[in-house]
């Protein structure tokens, strides 16, 4: 799959996202080696805080489903004027299983950049940091 067909099921995403707090609909797409694909929407909450990102959501789909290695890449989609990079807690939880994935930020024209998330979390505290 290419990096733009990840960036379309990210798109593809927002329709379920469910956002009536921020009204900013997220979608996210993460690429196995394995080429499957899982993807996510945020999921907000009254209780703001309990609100989950379409990042992290794609993450917890993939490890509930036994994928927890050879992620190439995510695609994240929002429909603002900037790129929808991740926020701090889903770069952590990224880097927990993924540390050289490639990020695809997409933003509401449908142009997208790439950035490793080595660059977006440097230095990462992850399982090796344990030993
Ligand atoms: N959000 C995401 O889902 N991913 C991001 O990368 C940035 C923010 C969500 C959280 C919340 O539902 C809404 O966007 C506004 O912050």
Redesign the pocket.
């Known amino acids: 799959m290419t990096d733009r067909e990840l960036v379309k099921k990210a798109f593809e995403m927002h329709q379920f996202?469910?956002?009536p707090?921020?009204c900013?609909?997220?979608?996210?797409a993460i690429l196995a080696k394995d080429g499957r694909v899982f993807t996510?929407?945020?999921?907000?909450n009254a209780a703001y805080g309990s609100?989950?990102?379409?990042?992290?959501?794609a993450v917890l789909k993939a490890v509930s489903e036994g994928c927890r290695e050879g992620w190439e890449a995510i695609a994240?989609a929002?429909r603002g004027e900037d790129y929808?990079?991740?926020?701090g807690a889903?770069r952590q939880m990224l880097y927990e299983f993924a540390p050289g994935i490639r990020v695809l930020?997409a933003r509401g024209d449908g142009e997208c950049k790439m950035v490793p998330l080595a660059e977006l979390l440097p230095h990462g505290f992850g399982p090796r940091s344990l030993r």
Do not use: H, K, L, M
């Open positions: 996202a469910y956002v707090y921020s900013f609909p997220v979608g996210a996510g929407c945020n999921v907000e609100t989950i990102c379409a990042e992290r959501t994240i929002g929808c990079w991740p926020c889903c930020a």
